[in-house]
Every structure is written in structure tokens, then in C-alpha cells.
């Protein structure tokens, strides 16, 4: 019996689409249990308790990946992050069914091949790649196999989540997406994304908050989100240091100097004003990334 904790991740940081991602302390966890034969699954909504559910699908998957027969599990989640909510939900779940069905064979896959794994199944690394190793990350899938670098953020910063109560689908939001891009949007983006990870990493809070503008995704993604334009148009004229849709939304991400609890007053203040029912979260990097430890019946989870 062990629980895999996997943290939540804030994905694009704007200009940094399918590539950038950065991992927080607040976490989905799953205990695994090994029974006989069967599947049961405790902890979730009743329409994720079948085998439909995208962290048993991810055992079997990798099961048979590793020519072994499903074995019999009981699943209990714990589970603190917004489903469809642009916390990488989702990427919690597939790291959660490679490692559980990985541990349950004896541990035989390297947390590079796990991290290959998940990614193809994600279809992207950027919110996969920070849940496994922690901290802020750059990374790409090349021919299968996913590179990445942490990025060391400057540690004058903060992150809060602003949440609404609505879902949106990843689906959904990148069905708004288009095919092709303006050349000059291309190369905006590589500016946008090299000034924002220079600007994070020496702490440049000038240069943050430009830097988190996009021609890729953001755009598009604006009317699916009612109050986007509201809300970001708020940050951008206050002394916050950035504001920018996390993952595929419908969250979205305000970065703060750490001390600016002013700002935060503020934001909250306007919130309120909103329909939508926004929630603030302030959020800490999880610079460990996945956690597994064993349990006894008897512990405290
Ligand atoms: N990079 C992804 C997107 C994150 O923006 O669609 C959500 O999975």
C-alpha cells in the first residue's frame, strides 16, 4: 500500500505555449492498494468511479507496456485541485496511473521513460514535465522522448491562482485554436518567451508583465472565459508583476512581489464585483515534484 502525491502545475506562463510549465504545493493524492483481483475506487464523484477513470486507464496502459497481466487495485483519491480547471488535473492523473502500475510491477521504469510515457499520452510536456520533477520547466517531446531544463525563478515572487467556479474542458479550449499563425506572431512569441524566462530567472519585475503577453493561445482563449479581459486588464494596471491564462484555463495567473500584499487587497476587492465566484489561492513552488511513499492500514493519510 503507498500514496503518490503529485502536485498541481500552472501551464503556457503566457507566452510559453505547450513548453513552459511550474509546479505548486497543492497536490492530488492517490492510495494504492493491491487486492485480489478487481478494481474499486473510492474518493471521486461517482461519474469518475468506473474503468473509465483516466488514472486506472494509465495502469492498465502500462501494464501492458510492461507485458505484465492486471493485477487487482483499490484506488482512494485525495484530491485538492480543480478538475478541468487549468491546474493540470489531468497530468496528476497520468503520472498517478504510470507510477502506480510502475510501483505494483517492482519499480522497473526510469522517471525518464515514465516522463516520455505520460507525455505522449498528454500530447504535451508542459504540465506533465513539472508534476514529475518540481520547480518551473521548459521542456519539449522530440521523436517520443521529452527534454527538459528547470528554469530557477527568482525567489522574490509569488503566485495566486484566481479560480472560478466553471470548468473548461483542455478540449474545448484548444478546439478555439487556430491552424496557422502569422509569421510575425511566431517571432513575437520567441521574444515574448526568451524575455520572460530571462525576466524570472534574474528578477526582473519590469520586464514580467510584458513578457507574459502571447499571439498563440491566450487570444483565442479569451471568450471562453467570462471577466478574462476584465480581470487581466485589472492586473495589468496594477502593481502586479504578471497575469496570464494557466494551462488551458479557466484559471488565471497573477504573479506578485512577495511583500505586495496591497495588490492582493486590491484584487480581491475587485473580484468580489465579479460574477463567477472567484477564489484566490496563493500558491508556493513544489520544487520536489512527485512524491511516493509506502503506508500501513494504520497511518494517517
Ligand atoms: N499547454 C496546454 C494547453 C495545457 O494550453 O492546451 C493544457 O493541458
Not at 492510495?31 to 474503468?51: A, M, P, W, Y
Not at 478546439?175 to 520572460?196: C, E, H, R, W
Not at 508583465?209 to 467570462?226: F, G, V, W
Request: charged share 20%; with cysteine; net charge negative.
Amino acid at each position: 500500500m503507498f500514496e503518490i502525491k503529485v502536485p498541481a502545475t500552472s501551464a503556457n506562463m503566457g507566452p510559453g505555449l505547450d513548453t513552459l510549465g511550474v509546479a505548486f504545493k497543492l497536490y492530488n493524492r492517490f492510495i494504492v492498494e493491491e487486492i485480489e483481483t478487481g478494481f474499486e475506487i473510492f474518493g471521486c464523484d461517482e461519474k469518475f468511479r468506473n474503468s473509465d477513470n483516466l488514472v486506472y486507464k494509465l495502469m492498465l496502459k502500462t501494464f501492458e507496456k510492461l507485458g505484465i497481466v492486471p493485477k487487482g487495485v483499490r484506488l482512494t483519491f485525495k484530491t485538492d485541485l480543480p478538475v478541468m480547471g487549468g491546474l493540470g488535473s489531468s497530468a496528476t492523473c497520468i503520472l498517478a496511473g504510470i507510477t502506480a502500475a510502475n510501483m505494483l510491477c517492482g519499480d522497473v521504469l526510469t522517471k525518464q521513460e515514465v516522463l516520455n510515457f505520460a507525455c505522449v499520452i498528454e500530447g504535451h510536456p508542459d504540465n506533465v514535465t513539472p508534476a514529475l520533477v518540481g520547480g518551473m520547466t521548459a521542456s519539449i517531446m522530440n521523436e517520443g522522448v521529452t527534454h527538459y531544463n528547470k528554469i530557477p525563478i527568482s525567489g522574490g515572487i509569488k503566485f495566486c491562482a484566481l479560480i472560478p467556479k466553471f470548468q473548461l474542458s483542455t478540449e474545448d479550449s484548444r478546439a478555439v485554436l487556430p491552424q496557422t499563425i502569422p509569421f510575425k506572431d511566431g517571432v513575437y512569441n520567441v521574444g515574448m518567451v526568451s524575455m520572460l524566462i530571462a525576466a524570472l530567472v534574474n528578477g526582473d519585475y519590469k520586464g514580467i508583465k510584458l513578457a507574459c503577453n502571447d499571439k498563440l493561445h491566450q487570444p483565442y482563449r479569451t471568450s471562453l472565459i467570462e471577466n478574462y479581459s476584465d480581470i487581466t486588464s485589472f492586473v495589468q494596471d496594477s502593481e502586479a508583476l504578471g497575469v496570464y491564462l494557466s494551462g488551458a484555463g479557466p484559471t488565471i495567473m497573477v504573479m506578485l512581489k512577495k511583500d505586495d500584499n496591497n495588490t492582493l487587497e486590491k484584487l480581491k476587492k475587485f473580484l468580489k464585483c465579479l460574477s463567477g465566484n472567484w477564489e484566490i489561492l496563493n500558491l508556493e513552488i513544489d520544487e520536489e515534484g512527485i512524491q511516493i511513499r509506502g503506508l500501513t492500514p494504520g497511518d494517517i493519510w
